[in-house]
């Protein structure tokens, strides 16, 4: 199995909502990461897991709370967001630790809209 | 501190003709240079990277980019578009002591039937 997958594929939310974006993947990699990515541009790293600990967070508003239940699954808690955190939300995954220089596979994103 | 730029916001060729994506990059020590592809409402998928070794790297989909240090370039090419090419296309670079890629702004390449 070569893939990441997430689901959901689309979420729409209100402000005051509480969602969950999740990603899973079978290739045995020990890092995995979560970008936003506005449209047409590059995307943006939020978290970064290695080995299953927070290994690096971009600075990211408390209203995106990342967990990693186990080495195959990465998920992304949302709660109070607000409209201008509408965007795609790829989750990738790498070989090793995220400190080997190795190329990342990407999910399909999850289509996220805040009204 | 590491960049990376691709000077060309969109890039358009017609089916069958060489197509070219420019990239340069600036690091300071070795750069670990990375090319990515992203259809319409996908995620990214990798192509091709470099990071040691021979200068011309080729990757998949018959793609191949080439590193010049001299040039701090890594422009990735293709002998003979074809139209399901069409896409966007980063650039991405590491270096030594950054585990963080930074992407360049994309190319949007269309290729013209």
């Known amino acids: 199995d070569t893939e990441v997958t997430q689901t959901p ?3 729409v939310m209100g402000m005051t909502n509480k969602k969950s974006l999740k990603c899973e993947q079978h290739m045995g990699h020990r890092a995995m990461y979560w970008y936003k990515q506005k449209a047409k541009k590059p995307p943006e790293l939020m978290f970064v897991y290695s080995y299953e600990k927070l290994s690096i967070n971009e600075s990211v508003p408390s209203r995106f709370s990342p967990e990693c239940p ?3 699954l990465l998920n992304l808690h949302l709660h109070a967001l607000q409209p201008e955190d509408s965007a795609l939300y790829l989750c990738a995954s790498s070989q090793g630790d995220y400190r080997s220089y190795n190329e990342q596979f990407f999910g399909p994103g999850t289509r996220l809209t805040v009204l | 501190a590491q960049s990376v730029a691709q000077p060309e916001d969109q890039v358009n060729v017609a089916e069958g003709n060489p ?4 990239c340069t990059y600036s ?3 070795n750069p670990y240079l990375f ?5 319409p409402n996908r995620g990214l998928q990798f192509l091709l990277k470099y990071i040691t070794g021979d200068n011309l790297v080729k990757g998949s989909y018959g793609f191949e980019a080439e590193f010049n240090k001299s040039q701090t370039s890594f422009h990735l090419k293709k002998p003979s578009a074809l139209v399901s090419d069409s896409a966007l296309y980063f650039c991405a670079v590491l270096s030594g002591g950054s585990y963080i890629p930074t992407f360049g702004r994309g ?5 013209h039937p």
């Open chain 1, 9 to 11: 594929k689309h979420l």
């Open chain 1, 70 to 72: 186990n080495s195959s």
């Open chain 2, 19 to 22: 197509l070219t994506v420019k």
């Open chain 2, 27 to 29: 690091v300071s020590g």
């Open chain 2, 35 to 39: 090319w990515y592809v992203q259809y």
């Open chain 2, 107 to 111: 190319t949007s390449l269309i290729v």
